[in-house]
């Protein structure tokens, strides 16, 4: 994701980083040279004289622009959800670090040497181990090597053997759970409510491979993707007789809009992904850990994630 100030001015103009224009560059100019080809030979194509008014143009100029933008907020929608759902995760880490804190009984307080024998870290650095599970199971990358940080070695055998590794942990948190029931360090009552927090954290997980698993339907695009290309590279045939030699820079400026929007709508539908405008999975989940190894006074706290080049992923 690009975190910066916004720039002001003829600043704004001139900024790469972040910007789509690297992605439709290729396609913007061969529309372009196109553009510049009609106008020199003001729209013969071998003594053939293509005449287009732009009343077509007009037709069909509104319902693109109109379906783009709706496909747009489609997208967004998938992004914004996405990101609500991660600050839920961060929202229910904080509170299972307290409850299990608060509600579970031991008689010495929680904190990060106690190790993996105490329930309450177990289940403190199981939820730290659970982001980033799910956060690589959402980008299709293979769980690092840091969970041996968080995680008991006989879990860390569990995840090699598994494929959904989020929905282990949480098997493993109920687990805890009942073991905390059983050797009575918390009332049934009280359990409710941390189990509470278990299934909305496994809510908030499957939520997120929703998304990931059910696109924007693939023929909407294809059929945007397709119009918006012929709609651009015709557009210069119904200019070159009204505007003459400026054709080539209004087909840019409307080229540049329809494709920009139609590789943004590409972008943003996929809010996991490790473009530049997805979302900073890496470090929503450093700051999880950061918080929920304060709270256990953890000695080995990692920094946050800075941007580099104003991006962070």
Known sequence: MIVRDRPSGFRLFLLIRGSVLPRILPAL??????ATLVTISHGDLFKLKITLTTIPFTLIGLPISIFLGFRNNAAYDRFWEARKLWGELLLRSRNLSRQCQSLIEYPDEAIARNGFNDIRIRMIFRAIAYCHALRDLLRNQQTKSEMQEWLSPSEIKQLDTNRNKPDLLMLNMGQDLRQAIKENRIKDCLA???DNTLSALTAAGA?????RNTPIP???TLLLHRTAYIYCFLLPFGLVD????????????????????????????EPFGLETNDLPLDA???TIEIELR???????????LRPINYCVN
């Open 29 to 34: 100019i061969v529309n372009i040279l196109i």
């Open 192 to 194: 409710a409510n941390l």
């Open 207 to 211: 939520a997120c491979e929703r998304i």
């Open 218 to 220: 693939f023929s909407y």
């Open 242 to 269: 009204s505007i003459g030699f400026m054709t080539p820079f209004v087909v840019a400026i409307v080229a540049y809009t329809f494709f920009g929007l139609d590789a943004l709508g590409d972008e943003i539908e």
């Open 284 to 286: 929503i989940c450093r």
């Open 294 to 304: 304060e709270s256990v006074q953890d000695t080995n706290i990692p920094e946050p």
